[in-house]
């Protein structure tokens, strides 16, 4: 009995003693002391759970939390200094908008340059009017080469089915006296003149064959006589041209232009799928981190290296780029770019019986036995792949390589651009459980005229046929690939579901998109297949506090009226960035 007495008053001590010290502590320091909450007409989350709010709750550049009301948001707000943000009352709110695949070393490229293609384009500063027919696109020619003094005047857009043949001979004719480069609307192929050639130091047969004849250039993919240099050849083409696009002032204009056509069109997050590919990965990502470790720039970038330049063991490599230039703007991850066939808007790509109807063959970006083994080199090494495939018969061998792969759990497989795949192509892709990162822009400038040249009217209507994905549950994500398409995601979310041409024309409407899809593929699921979901793509407690604001709610006025909406900033983990 004593024994038992003894044990409770040591009990009770305990207690008491315990009870005083915590009397004693001081309180807990409450978490995010600053808290800002923006309130909107909308809140389109695009998390299925909740989808809508009128409030938002963000600290330190995340999301708290959502609520139908202030109170809802009490536990965020109760003891803390609150700016209570009325700015966007009238606006809607999405996820900051997330570009799945764009190339910056590109875009700086190409920004200062004008643009003659078969459409429209406006650009930061700028706006070109579309040229059609051959008449029209040597006028625009030479009335754009009157306004520069370039030594080597370079311009993009020329497609022969819109603007007719084109070569070193007809760019003598039209410009005897002046080095001209023509880029290809493609980006996978340019036309240079004579005086473009002696410029450049590749101007006699034998200066040319020095240069292209190398072990990784495909002999076809480089001819002298035209000045056509394309595809395996065309970044050695690129290396030539490097003084002319990449003087400082043109790559300042580049960086200034891309960071505003991010901006006005919504874009917090992209991935690069090509890094490296232009100047080589330590001059890029110093090149890079000038833009997006600024604090004045909006935006982040995941840079995926293409597969060539990542030498050695894939995972050594990963950890010294992380080591030496990661940051939370531009950072790595294990995911790496490999390329099947050739380009779509040069009809390069590679196609299954009957082929083309004008007989000529597709191209090979990577010979399919290389392409095993480079599928297989980073798959064992644990990485996600991503693969630019566009034609049926590429799109055969990429799938007939992945299906030889061993089966992993917690790696990713995305199809880049996914230009032309059958129904079967699309269950296989569905059974297997891999991703999309389509390019819709194909339907809309090539719809009509892949019809007439090419493609026959059956397949070029069912060109992006991703209404199909959509019903077999794959994960898909819109992307331009700048400047295949403009930074612009609600016009990417347009033309997947309307499917309208260049001429009007309704294309496979059975292949349209639906609007909730096309507005998840151009946030959520463009996050899922970078593997960023995690942290963007829809607005949820824990996520980034990046949001795309609105003028009017996308959902009322449904597909056919995206192209109506306008961007009006956006919020960058918590700041707010005007479009203008």
């Known amino acids: 009995m004593h024994y038992l007495w003894r044990q409770a008053a040591a009990l009770w001590t305990l207690i008491a003693f315990s009870s005083m010290a915590v009397a004693n502590e001081p309180p807990a320091a409450q978490p995010y002391p600053d808290v800002t909450v923006y309130e909107a007409a909308k809140i389109i989350t695009m998390e299925p759970g909740y989808p809508e709010a009128r409030y938002v709750a963000t600290a330190d550049g ?47 490229m190409m920004l200062p340059i004008p643009f003659i ?24 020619l030479r009335e754009e080469l009157a306004k520069s003094q370039d030594a080597l005047f370079i311009t993009w857009g020329h497609h022969k089915l819109f603007h007719g043949d084109m070569d070193r001979a007809a760019l003598d ?13 493609s980006f996978h192929e340019i036309i240079a003149n004579s005086k473009a050639l ?43 041209l490097r003084p002319y696009l990449f003087s400082p002032a043109k790559v300042q204009q ?64 990963l950890k010294d780029m992380k080591a030496k230039y990661d940051s939370d703007k531009f950072f790595f991850s294990n995911r790496v770019k490999l390329f099947a066939d050739g380009a779509f808007f040069a009809q390069y790509m590679q196609m299954n019986p009957p082929g083309y109807s004008d007989g000529h ?11 095993l083994k480079q599928t297989e080199r980073f798959w064992d090494a644990g990485w996600n792949l991503h693969t630019h495939v566009n034609g049926d018969k590429g799109l055969d061998i990429v799938l007939d ?14 199809m880049e651009h996914l230009g032309y795949s059958t129904e079967a192509q699309n269950r296989r892709i569905g059974k297997m459980g891999l991703y999309v990162s389509a390019q819709p822009n194909y339907i809309r400038i090539l719809g009509d005229t892949y019809a007439k040249t090419g493609m026959g009217p ?49 294309k496979a409407p059975a292949e349209r998109l639906s609007l909730d899809k096309a507005l998840r593929a151009i946030t959520i699921e463009a996050a899922q297949v970078i593997g960023l979901d995690a942290m963007v793509g829809s607005i949820a407690t824990g996520k980034k506090a990046d949001f795309t604001v609105l003028d009017r709610d996308p959902y009322e006025g449904g597909a056919p009226k995206l192209q109506e909406v306008q961007v009006q900033g956006v919020v960058f983990e918590g700041r707010w960035f005007p479009a203008e």
């Open 401 to 414: 390589i992945t299906e030889k792969l061993t089966v992993k759990n917690g790696q990713d497989i995305v």
């Open 173 to 185: 004719s039209i410009a005897p006296d002046r080095a001209v480069v023509i880029w290809q609307r």
């Open 198 to 240: 002696d410029l450049l130091g590749i101007g006699t047969a034998a200066a040319f064959k020095a240069e292209f004849d190398k072990p990784q250039i495909d002999p076809g993919h480089a001819d002298y006589a035209s000045g056509i240099i394309h595809e395996t050849a065309l970044f050695n083409g690129i290396e030539k």
């Open 361 to 371: 063959e597709g191209k090979w970006l990577t010979e399919p036995d290389e392409l």
């Open 458 to 506: 059956d397949r070029a209507a069912q060109m992006s046929r991703l209404g199909s994905l959509e019903r077999k549950g794959v994960p898909l994500g819109l992307h331009s690939d700048f400047n295949m398409a403009p930074i612009d995601p609600l016009y990417l979310a347009w033309v997947a579901s309307n499917r309208i041409t260049l001429d009007g024309n309704a």
């Open 117 to 140: 293609s078969p459409e429209a384009w406006e650009l930061p500063g700028k706006t070109y009017p579309a040229a059609r027919g051959k008449a029209a696109y040597e006028k625009r």
């Open 62 to 108: 995340i999301v708290l939390g959502l609520g139908q009301s202030l109170d809802d948001l009490s536990a965020w707000t109760e003891g803390r200094a609150v700016t209570l943000d009325r700015q966007f009352a009238k606006n809607i709110l999405m996820p900051g908008f997330v570009e799945p695949h764009i190339h910056p070393m590109q875009t700086i």
């Open 254 to 317: 580049g960086l200034t232009d891309m960071r505003q056509m991010m901006l006005e069109n919504g874009v917090t997050t992209s991935a690069d799928l090509a890094f490296g590919g232009f100047g080589g990965p330590e001059m890029e990502s110093q090149l890079f981190k000038s833009l997006y470790d600024q604090p004045t720039t909006p935006s982040r970038i995941l840079a995926i290296p293409v597969a060539p330049l990542v030498t050695g063991d894939p995972n050594i490599w």
